[in-house]
């Protein structure tokens, strides 16, 4: 299945408490005149971090109908090459629920610390493999839960990555200030409902999904 096909799978959008998350770690860096949504989808994201930046700029490798058309977006395989972007672009460069459904996790991270400035802001965000309901899947299914063959999951999504993937990557790229954050929203395992977070039910095992941030140092030669 291509790209685009995956694309398509994914309806273009994600959970709100995954874009509070992003939102929440953006808010922690200064004010950013360029920021790049890459796997933009619908532009969801956009509303979240529209007091914190003066350019949005969307990348996908579609541009979903949901897309506001005041949007300026860029068509981009992201499984492959560059962007057509230059280097040390963007001040912050986000990636919301997409490294999960490309080839080349490590070439993919490489692209978006290639798109931001030095002391620029790089952001993943991805399914919690280490949560309750995910370890449970896995020992119950021998599979992931996010990464069951279902609308939305398998075979759009093809790459799982742990918490320790992700830091790894991060690291090889250049990257410092490394850190992971979670939603503390996730669902109770094979139940429709959530944990309830007045109860304290926060951080990795009760998480459906994960973000790591890093920083660019300087110029990194990738």
């Given amino acids: 299945m291509n790209v685009e096909t995956r694309?398509?799978?994914s309806l273009g959008g994600s959970s709100?408490?995954?874009y509070q998350m992003?939102?929440?770690v953006v808010q922690q860096f200064h004010p950013s005149s360029v920021f790049i949504d890459v796997g933009c989808g619908g532009g969801k994201?956009?509303?979240?971090?529209?007091?914190?930046?003066?350019?949005?700029i969307g990348v996908d490798v579609i541009r979903y109908p949901e897309l506001p058309a005041e949007v300026e977006f860029i068509p981009f395989n992201l499984d492959i090459g560059k962007a057509p972007l230059p280097d040390h672009f963007a001040d912050v460069v986000c990636a919301v629920e997409t490294i999960e459904?490309?080839?080349?996790?490590?070439?993919?991270?490489r692209e978006l610390v290639r798109l931001a400035k030095p002391s620029g802001l790089v952001i993943v965000t991805t399914p919690n493999q280490l949560s309750l309901l995910s370890k449970l899947t896995l020992v119950l299914k021998n599979q992931f839960n996010a990464f069951q063959t279902a609308p939305g999951l398998y075979p759009a999504h093809i790459t799982a990555l742990l918490e320790i993937d992700l830091i790894r990557i991060f690291t090889e790229c250049g990257l410092t200030d490394i850190k992971i954050d979670y939603t503390n929203s996730g669902r109770l395992p094979f139940t429709p409902w959530h944990w309830p977070q007045s109860?304290?039910?926060?951080?990795?095992?009760?998480?459906?999904?994960?973000?790591?941030v890093g920083k660019k140092y300087q110029?990194?030669?990738l």
């Fill in 199 to 212: 109860l304290g039910f926060h951080g990795r095992l009760f998480s459906d999904n994960i973000l790591c």
């Fill in 22 to 24: 992003v939102r929440r």
């Fill in 45 to 56: 994201l956009r509303s979240f971090v529209s007091d914190r930046t003066d350019k949005y």
């Fill in 7 to 9: 694309a398509r799978q």
């Fill in 101 to 109: 459904h490309l080839e080349n996790p490590r070439a993919f991270v």
């Fill in 16 to 18: 709100e408490p995954v």
């Fill in 219 to 221: 110029f990194v030669n």
